[in-house]
């Protein structure tokens, strides 16, 4: 984006506000005073509160921009609080994970005590593999139940590690395990994925045969079919483990200083090489558990659903390390939402009587599609709690989760955050927030989010402009792995000693948020400049639509024009009349201006691997293709084309 653009125009007028439900409100763990409290009384107290700490820290944070410290001289261990601590408290018997196979008969609920046992006969594995504190180890596996164990174990010997999502190919694997120089990779024979087994081992030996610095792939037997094991390096976890202890003092945890390497979590950038996001310790661990805390309302008798992949940063902080630190039972599960049918994520919600669902709007979008008479024959009533991440929320998605999901009564929060950021930031409390679709409403309490023009003036209530943050926090990046320069010009040039988020916002007249997306996503129709989640917005909202993605193509005349690639609920079939009727709606909703110029209907759009519409690749198709002024149906070809293409992108747009 140039640096003289044009403000971002903001169009949507969402009206709708929900206010706390009064009982919700009087039992919630955030009262009113939580946003008047100073921010280091704040984080002092929480710092203490929300973690076992072998040595107490006696700094509360040190800030010499752009690098963060926090709960300096402190020293704990993430697995200890995450697991031993509950364990020594009387917890042993509680459940930590209520884990759950993609074939429907496989489930195991695993307490507090059997999760001790397995990640300490874990670490004592990876221990005998010459595992030790400072070892970087790299994670490539599908949601069984040794992927949450490892990733403990490494936490529990001090070992940095770094998770790569299993849907990812052996190329991109392999940069990554290069780029943390890693010694140790842990992977499974095979994952299992809609029905069919994907072959994790496969890809890790063409990634090792490019990272050389892997010595030892330990493989977790998870189908059990014979797979390719190269004598000398590889070995199966079960092997390793056997005869090993599982008592705890045969594997005591390692004491960690605040500022040391937890993990890395790599984000896919501009260019091809993706960053290597920081994640330290003391100050990550107390974040990530004070936003569960407060956030999702959590009680000692909970069951939190955070139904997120854990190589995401969503699951790392939200499916383990938060809800472990604060003792709150978890649901894991390994499959897709329709396997073996579209009632699945519902069963188990009835089943174990979640009473807390934390999900993406791309799925909520896709239980749109399928429509909500899946979700009817089940029991919901559990459920008190509804959160979403990853992308702004079209109000009718919102509006259809709270209705067909939260009956009509649960409060929904939508959080906004980022790899970088490892904890939520934008968010509302749900015992004090009123709530208003589409919007992340305030920042997190202490958190001191702003919207900036070009030159770095905040801009007035209403009007569109870049997100940023001005104070530090716990849980922030740390840096980008071996690459400080890139650090600095990505989050730190753009405005002196503010971090620059990369998104776009407004804040409204209640000092409400709007994330509007990626900034490289807005369009300029006209000299306007507009977001593409207002247009989708709009287009959601009309009952046959269950998604848009929106982006601008070149036009002579108006600089840019709108093109909207549209996905029909199961109730609707495409017409030439729809057409019309779709850009009328828009216009009625939003303005002429932002009516498309095109509509593609296609039964699919092109997704990021965590889901996110890839715009992108939607603007290179827009821009290599005549579309006709009315053209219909989407060629088929192309959507192969663009589903063939989306699955070798990942991680987010920037
Ligand atoms: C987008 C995911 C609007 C945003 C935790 C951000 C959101 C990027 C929201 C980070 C939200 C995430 N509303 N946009 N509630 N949550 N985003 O690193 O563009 O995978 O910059 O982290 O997702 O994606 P990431």
């Not at 594997?251 to 260019?271: F, I, K, N, Q, V």
């Not at 188990?348 to 799925?363: G, N």
């Given at each position: 984006?140039?640096?003289?653009?044009?403000?971002?125009?903001?169009l949507q007028a969402?009206?709708?506000?929900?206010?706390?439900?009064?009982?919700?409100?009087?039992?919630?763990?955030?009262?009113?005073?939580?946003?008047?409290?100073?921010?280091?009384?704040?984080?002092?107290?929480?710092?203490?509160?929300?973690?076992?700490?072998?040595?107490?820290?006696?700094?509360?944070?040190?800030?010499?921009?752009?690098?963060?410290?926090?709960?300096?001289?402190?020293?704990?261990?993430?697995?200890?609080?995450?697991?031993?601590?509950?364990?020594?408290?009387?917890?042993?018997?509680?459940?930590?994970?209520?884990?759950?196979?993609?074939?429907?008969?496989?489930?195991?609920?695993?307490?507090?005590?059997?999760?001790?046992?397995?990640?300490?006969?874990?670490?004592?594995?990876?221990?005998?593999?010459?595992?030790?504190?400072?070892?970087?180890?790299?994670?490539?596996?599908?949601?069984?139940?040794?992927?949450?164990?490892?990733?403990?174990?490494?936490?529990?010997?001090?070992?940095?590690?770094?998770?790569?999502?299993?849907?990812?190919?052996?190329?991109?694997?392999?940069?990554?395990?290069?780029?943390?120089?890693?010694?140790?990779?842990?992977?499974?024979?095979?994952?299992?994925?809609?029905?069919?087994?994907?072959?994790?081992?496969?890809?890790?030996?063409?990634?090792?045969?490019?990272?050389?610095?892997?010595?030892?792939?330990?493989?977790?037997?998870?189908?059990?079919?014979?797979?390719?094991?190269?004598?000398?390096?590889?070995?199966?976890?079960?092997?390793?483990?056997?005869?090993?202890?599982?008592?705890?003092?045969?594997?005591?945890?390692?004491?960690?200083?605040?500022?040391?390497?937890?993990?890395?979590?790599?984000?896919?950038?501009?260019?091809?090489?993706?960053?290597?996001?920081?994640?330290?310790?003391?100050?990550?661990?107390?974040?990530?558990?004070?936003?569960?805390?407060?956030?999702?309302?959590?009680?000692?008798?909970?069951?939190?659903?955070?139904?997120?992949?854990?190589?995401?940063?969503?699951?790392?902080?939200?499916?383990?390390?938060?809800?472990?630190?604060?003792?709150?039972?978890?649901?894991?599960?390994?499959?897709?939402?329709?396997?073996?049918?579209?009632?699945?994520?519902?069963?188990?919600?009835?089943?174990?009587?979640?009473?807390?669902?934390?999900?993406?709007?791309?799925?909520?979008?896709?239980?749109?599609?399928?429509?909500?008479?899946?979700?009817?024959?089940?029991?919901?009533?559990?459920?008190?709690?509804?959160?979403?991440?990853?992308?702004?929320?079209?109000?009718e998605?919102?509006?259809?989760?709270?209705?067909?999901?939260?009956?009509?009564?649960?409060?929904?929060?939508?959080?906004?955050?980022?790899?970088?950021?490892?904890?939520?930031?934008?968010?509302?409390?749900?015992?004090?927030?009123?709530?208003?679709?589409?919007?992340?409403?305030?920042?997190?309490?202490?958190?001191?989010?702003?919207?900036?023009?070009?030159?770095?003036?905040?801009?007035?209530?209403?009007?569109?402009?870049?997100?940023?943050?001005?104070?530090?926090?716990?849980?922030?990046?740390?840096?980008?792995?071996?690459?400080?320069?890139?650090?600095?010009?990505?989050?730190?040039?753009?405005?002196?000693?503010?971090?620059?988020?990369?998104?776009?916002?407004?804040?409204?007249?209640?000092?409400?948020?709007?994330?509007?997306?990626?900034?490289?996503?807005?369009?300029?129709?006209?000299?306007?400049?507009?977001?593409?989640?207002e247009v989708e917005s709009a287009l959601v909202d009309h009952p046959a639509v269950?998604?848009a993605?929106v982006?601008?193509?070149?036009?002579?005349?108006?600089?840019?024009a709108i093109v909207a690639?549209v996905?029909l609920?199961?109730?609707h079939?495409p017409s030439v009349e729809l057409l019309s009727v779709l850009r009328d709606h828009v216009s009625m909703k939003i303005g002429k201006i932002a009516a498309p110029a095109n509509i593609?209907f296609?039964?699919?759009?092109?997704?990021?691997?965590?889901?996110?519409?890839?715009?992108?690749?939607?603007?290179?198709?827009?821009?290599?293709?005549?579309?006709?002024d009315t053209t219909t149906?989407?060629?088929?070809?192309?959507?192969?084309?663009?589903?063939?293409?989306?699955?070798?992108?990942?991680?987010?747009?920037?």
């Amino acid at each position: 984006m140039s640096v003289d653009a044009n403000r971002i125009d903001a169009l949507q007028a969402e009206g709708r506000t929900f206010p706390p439900p009064p009982d919700f409100a009087a039992q919630a763990n955030a009262q009113a005073g939580i946003y008047e409290k100073g921010f280091e009384e704040f984080w002092e107290e929480e710092g203490r509160r929300r973690v076992t700490w072998y040595k107490p820290f006696d700094k509360l944070y040190e800030w010499n921009p752009p690098y963060a410290k926090w709960y300096l001289g402190g020293q704990l261990n993430v697995c200890y609080n995450c697991v031993d601590r509950h364990v020594e408290s009387g917890l042993g018997e509680k459940v930590a994970f209520y884990w759950e196979g993609e074939p429907d008969d496989e489930r195991r609920a695993v307490t507090f005590a059997d999760l001790q046992r397995d990640v300490v006969r874990f670490a004592n594995g990876l221990k005998k593999l010459g595992v030790k504190k400072g070892t970087p180890v790299g994670i490539y596996m599908g949601m069984c139940m040794d992927l949450p164990v490892a990733m403990l174990a490494c936490a529990r010997l001090g070992a940095p590690f770094t998770v790569v999502f299993g849907g990812f190919s052996a190329d991109a694997l392999s940069g990554r395990l290069n780029d943390m120089g890693v010694e140790v990779l842990i992977t499974q024979d095979e994952g299992w994925r809609k029905g069919n087994k994907v072959p994790l081992k496969a890809h890790s030996d063409a990634a090792m045969e490019m990272s050389p610095t892997v010595r030892t792939c330990l493989v977790s037997r998870r189908m059990g079919d014979p797979i390719n094991m190269r004598e000398g390096r590889d070995v199966y976890v079960d092997e390793v483990i056997q005869g090993l202890s599982d008592d705890p003092s045969s594997c005591p945890c390692e004491p960690m200083d605040s500022e040391d390497l937890l993990y890395l979590l790599y984000t896919s950038g501009t260019t091809a090489k993706p960053k290597g996001i920081v994640h330290t310790t003391g100050g990550y661990l107390v974040g990530v558990a004070t936003t569960h805390y407060y956030i999702f309302d959590v009680k000692p008798e909970s069951v939190y659903w955070c139904a997120a992949d854990i190589g995401w940063v969503t699951g790392h902080s939200y499916i383990l390390f938060a809800p472990l630190c604060n003792g709150v039972t978890g649901v894991i599960y390994e499959g897709v939402p329709n396997h073996p049918n579209e009632e699945r994520w519902w069963e188990i919600i009835e089943r174990y009587k979640v009473d807390i669902l934390y999900t993406a709007p791309t799925t909520i979008r896709t239980h749109m599609k399928w429509g909500p008479q899946y979700a009817q024959k089940h029991d919901l009533s559990s459920l008190r709690l509804l959160g979403t991440v990853g992308e702004p929320i079209n109000p009718e998605a919102w509006i259809w989760y709270r209705e067909h999901v939260g009956l009509g009564r649960t409060p929904v929060v939508d959080t906004w955050w980022q790899t970088e950021t490892g904890m939520i930031l934008i968010t509302p409390l749900p015992g004090l927030t009123t709530l208003k679709p589409g919007s992340a409403t305030k920042p997190f309490p202490t958190v001191d989010a702003a919207v900036y023009d070009e030159r770095g003036h905040e801009v007035p209530p209403g009007q569109g402009g870049y997100l940023v943050v001005r104070k530090p926090w716990p849980a922030m990046l740390r840096g980008i792995y071996n690459d400080p320069d890139r650090y600095q010009e990505t989050y730190w040039s753009r405005y002196k000693d503010v971090y620059f988020v990369g998104d776009g916002a407004r804040k409204d007249a209640d000092g409400d948020f709007w994330l509007m997306g990626r900034i490289d996503d807005v369009m300029n129709i006209s000299a306007h400049r507009i977001s593409t989640i207002e247009v989708e917005s709009a287009l959601v909202d009309h009952p046959a639509v269950a998604e848009a993605a929106v982006c601008g193509r070149s036009d002579p005349q108006t600089g840019q024009a709108i093109v909207a690639y549209v996905t029909l609920k199961a109730t609707h079939q495409p017409s030439v009349e729809l057409l019309s009727v779709l850009r009328d709606h828009v216009s009625m909703k939003i303005g002429k201006i932002a009516a498309p110029a095109n509509i593609v209907f296609t039964p699919e759009l092109p997704k990021t691997r965590s889901g996110k519409i890839m715009r992108r690749l939607l603007r290179d198709v827009a821009e290599h293709r005549t579309l006709g002024d009315t053209t219909t149906l989407a060629d088929p070809t192309v959507v192969e084309e663009l589903r063939s293409r989306a699955v070798t992108e990942e991680g987010k747009e920037q």
